[in-house]
């Protein structure tokens, strides 16, 4: 079983910035993919930002030039740095981890969610 703690989130005031921490623990043979999503009140969950194990990054629009995601496999931590935050930025974020557990079976574990507002 593999599990997901996440950290860093809070109150902001517009235009500040926050970063996200995600540390995935358990029995984990190899990690291909890491990733952020976030879920505001009413609204379905989406994509934040991702990358996978190759390097390769997915950052959506409402991210672009803002939010960067990084990661450290041999700590299997990921990191979501978010600057200039916006109040529609407020929400839950989840971090995401897929990869392969013991017996080599797949997993895809979330994350409890931290809650990020930004507002003055």
């Known amino acids: 079983q593999v599990q997901l703690v996440e950290s860093g989130g809070g109150l902001v005031q517009p235009g500040g910035s926050l970063r996200l921490s995600c540390v995935a623990s358990?029995?984990?043979?190899?990690?291909?993919?890491m990733g952020w999503y976030r879920q505001a009140p009413g609204k379905q969950r989406e994509l934040v930002a991702a990358?996978?194990?190759?390097?390769?990054?997915n950052h959506p629009d409402s991210a672009q030039g803002r939010f960067t995601i990084s990661t450290d496999n041999a700590k299997k931590t990921v990191w979501l740095q978010m600057n200039s935050l916006k109040p529609e930025d407020t929400a839950v974020y989840f971090c995401n981890v897929r990869g392969t557990s013991y017996m080599f079976r797949p997993f895809n574990s979330w994350g409890q969610g931290t809650q990020v507002t930004v507002s003055s």
């Open positions: 358990g029995s984990i043979i190899s990690i291909s993919y």
């Open positions: 990358i996978t194990t190759g390097g390769s990054t």
